[in-house]
């Protein structure tokens, strides 16, 4: 089993007290939907608001999938699942907060991945490694362990549906195809990456084919779920629309 790891501040009140955090209750805010909406952005933002800590459990599957990339266990003809299930308990993934940004940096056995995990070729085989029963259980089990004090914003596919079911506040994201090709070209080629619109486009479809479909823990909205839908909102409403869910749910 993988061994993941935390390294944070205690506390830090570094942004402007706009809601008495201190009289609210803890609650854990689920974040599911497609690639690409954002969730990350969102997820990171709102829990810096809130003063809780900020989960990203995709970063952990692309860690995974880096590993298999680096070490041949994914091919044209898909995925070493045997040679996987085996080698799981090497893989070790930590997180460190970047005293810079305040972001989260991804640890994959010692080595900052934060760069590699987000790259096409990662993003062109999460899914199916994220599809993978053992792979799931695995890391669920590491999420669920997360979450046991409350206080935390955590974002993925199934947090809402399967890792926190009981989730006091759970929000469903959604946006266009195209919408959502077009934002991460423009994250892509921002960091100077040569990169193609059709072929993004093709692997934001293919990636919801698979979310959707896959056999453990399909990426579909929790029956409790706020949908938000972010197609046409600026950065700037979208986190005021989420502040005021989340002070609805903590109050």
Partial sequence: ???????????????????????????????DGYSSCGKSTM????????????????????????????????S?????????????????????????????ITHLNGKNVESEIRTLEVSQNVSRVAALPFVRECLTTQQREM????GIVMDGRDIGTTVFPDAELKIFVTASPEVR?????????????????????????????????????PLVKAKDAVVLDNSQLTPAEQDEWLLEKFTQAAE
């Fill in 76 to 104: 044209p003809n898909g995925i070493d699942t045997s040679e996987l299930e085996k080698r799981m308990p090497e893989i070790k993934i930590t997180f460190t907060i970047n005293p810079e940004t305040g972001g989260v």
């Fill in 1 to 31: 089993m993988p061994v993941i790891m935390w390294r944070l501040p205690l506390f830090s009140l570094t942004f402007p007290i706009i809601f008495d955090i201190l009289t609210m209750k803890k609650i854990i805010i689920a974040i």
């Fill in 43 to 74: 997820a990171r933002t709102l829990a810096k608001k809130a003063g809780y800590i900020y989960i990203d459990t995709g970063a952990m599957y692309r860690a995974v999938t880096l590993f298999c990339l680096e070490n041949n266990l994914v």
């Fill in 181 to 217: 090709a077009q934002r991460r070209y423009d994250e892509l080629t921002k960091k100077g990456d040569k990169v193609n619109f059709d072929d993004i486009l093709k692997n934001v479809e293919e990636r919801d084919y698979i979310d959707t479909h896959r056999e453990v823990s």
């Fill in 147 to 150: 979450g046991k004090q409350k």
